[in-house]
């Protein structure tokens, strides 16, 4: 079946601009993640929703940095006034329910000029 | 002191070689234990699941050891294909700790 899709795949903006990232988990999976990886780092948590909520949103760098979830499924991460440090690949993953095995999507890779 | 630590690396090994890679997590509570394998500018793909056992999955054998904290890797018999960068990756309640990987080269 479907795997978890990212879009875009590619997305160049300048210092300043707000930018939003999708993901379309695995159908059915109920829970979703959201990791960033900077150049030559580890993924980092950002944010994980159960459903629609997002009982751990401790990862989240700054108060620029949102996401929601609706309808069980798709989600959006929101970065308002980009920074250069903004720039990452972002990387949704979703599981079947927590604790179980968390698979990727193909990632955003976000560049800010 | 990062959550989990690993060797950058590369390693860089002929076919055929025998290869392992270490693995250290400071959450004692942790319940969950993998490896990922990254390749270059893709997203991370499980490559197994570490039991507290030992698990062999052809060629790869992983192994933990909860009393020092410590996961290993085993790669048997390399091949070019196994060029990757490996994830050490321990469960935090729901959410997963990725070490920042051993990139692997094998070269013919």
């Known amino acids: 079946g479907a795997g978890v899709s990212q879009s875009p795949s590619n997305k160049v903006t300048e210092k300043g601009k707000d930018v939003e990232l999708r993901c379309d988990p695995i159908?059915?999976?109920?829970?979703l993640y959201w990791y960033r990886q900077s150049l030559g780092q580890g993924l980092e948590f950002l944010i994980y929703f159960q459903g629609n909520s997002a009982p751990d949103k401790s990862g989240l760098p700054s108060d620029r940095f949102s996401a929601e979830r609706t309808g069980g499924s798709v989600s959006t991460l929101t970065i308002q006034r980009t920074q250069q440090e903004d720039s990452a690949v972002y990387l949704c993953?979703?599981?079947?329910?927590?604790?179980?095995?968390?698979?990727f999507g193909p990632g955003t890779r976000l560049t800010v000029l | 002191r990062k959550e989990v630590e690993q060797d950058p690396g590369p390693f860089n090994v002929p076919e055929g070689a025998t290869v392992a890679f270490n693995c250290t997590y400071s959450n004692s509570a942790s319940q969950s234990f993998f490896w990922y394998r990254q390749d270059c500018r893709k997203e991370p793909k499980l490559l197994m699941s570490?039991?507290?056992s030992g698990n062999e999955d052809g060629r790869f054998t992983a192994q933990l050891n909860r009393a020092s904290q410590y996961i290993s890797l085993l790669i048997r018999d390399s091949k070019l294909s196994d060029s990757a960068t490996y994830l050490c990756?321990?469960?935090?309640?729901?959410?997963?700790?990725f070490g920042s990987g051993t990139r692997l080269l094998v070269r013919p």
């Open positions: 159908s059915g999976h109920t829970a």
């Open positions: 993953a979703s599981s079947s329910s927590p604790r179980d095995t968390q698979y």
């Open positions: 570490v039991y507290s």
């Open positions: 990756v321990v469960d935090s309640s729901y959410k997963l700790i």
